[in-house]
């Protein structure tokens, strides 16, 4: 008896891909005295477009130029998770996702949302792989809405705080809460996923989501 294979998602973290070592980190401090989490060796990529630093972690491709690899299904790849979250790309194959009536997002939850905004750190699936997503991913599998977004703007990052001390830098527990750009807490924070907020959007079924076109 034959079995359909899992879709491994783009962002999903492969075997042999690892974070950089904790040593990597160091303080930095301005000519007031105030003080920042940096690396030491720190260029223009480490920082997104709003300065946040950003975890890095190695990446295992292959020579198509895709991940490889065994996935480590519970791990999200936290470079892949942020250009496929700023572009509006495909988490599962990395590819457009626009259509004209917005980007299609797939979120874990039962009924109708009742908020008219909400977050999230799960970047948008494109209209080929939505079915595949709710019948193969296991958070979606106990209940799951679509919408169709028509506005998306970036709202934060999630990630691992960090603090000075007089022993060095000491990493503090982070509780998966988004934090806000701008928030004085991102000088001592190591970002891992990109956050939008989900905003003038449009429950939908997956029949009527497979009807529209995507716009590359």
Known sequence: ?????????????????????????????????????????????????????WGRCSQSIGRDGLPSGQPQWRLIHPARQRETMAKLHCQICAGPTRTPAGYPFLTPANG???????????????????????????????GYTALMVRSAPLYGV????YEWTAHGIKALAG??????YRDPALKWFLASQLVRTLMDFAVMDLDSLSTLDSIS
């Open 158 to 161: 999630i990630g691992t705080p």
């Open 1 to 53: 008896m034959s079995t359909v294979s899992r879709l491994v998602p783009y962002i999903t973290a492969r075997e042999g891909e690892e974070p950089d070592s904790y040593l990597a980190l160091r303080a930095s401090f301005d000519g007031a005295g105030r003080s920042a989490l940096g690396y030491w060796d720190e260029s223009q990529k480490d920082r997104d477009p709003l300065g946040v630093l």
């Open 112 to 142: 109708v949302p009742r908020e008219t905004t909400r977050l999230t750190a799960q970047p948008p699936v494109c209209l080929a792989h939505m079915r595949i997503a709710v019948e193969q991913c296991p958070h979606l599998q106990k």
């Open 175 to 180: 509780d998966d809460v988004p934090v806000r």
